[in-house]
């Protein structure tokens, strides 16, 4: 079992930027694929960015030169970087493990998640 839990949210203003966090407890990151999705009011869940155990990395076209995903095996904790914030990039964002093999964009690869953390990007 692995307990996700994200932070690093907040307000911020568009253009700006933020870091959001993700630790995992409960086992460690080996052989785990991680990834970051976000929910933004009235749209559906959307894959932003992955990465996999070995490090390969896989972003949404929105976010990529914009956004980065890295991770720190040994704090077993996993960031999201994100420059030049747009409005309509305020949403819910939610990190998420599975064991694919490779940076999995589907939701149904993934079998943890956490409960989020609140973006909010104001004008």
């Known amino acids: 079992q692995v307990h996700l839990v994200e932070s690093g949210g907040g307000l911020v203003q568009a253009g700006d930027s933020l870091r959001l966090s993700c630790a995992a407890s409960?086992?460690?990151?080996?052989?785990?694929?991680m990834g970051w999705f976000r929910q933004a009011p009235g749209k559906e869940h959307e894959f932003v960015a992955a990465?996999?155990?070995?490090?390969?990395?896989h972003y949404a076209d929105f976010v990529k030169d914009r956004f980065t995903i890295s991770k720190d095996n040994a704090k077993n904790t996993m960031y999201l970087q994100m420059n030049t914030l747009k409005l309509e990039e305020t949403a819910i964002y939610r990190c998420?493990?599975?064991?694919?093999?490779?940076?999995?964009?589907?939701?149904?690869?993934?079998?943890?998640w956490g409960r989020g953390t609140q973006v909010t990007v104001s004008s």
């Open positions: 409960g086992r460690s990151f080996s052989g785990l694929s």
């Open positions: 998420a493990a599975g064991v694919a093999p490779a940076p999995a964009t589907m939701e149904a690869l993934y079998e943890y």
């Open positions: 990465i996999s155990w070995s490090g390969s990395t």
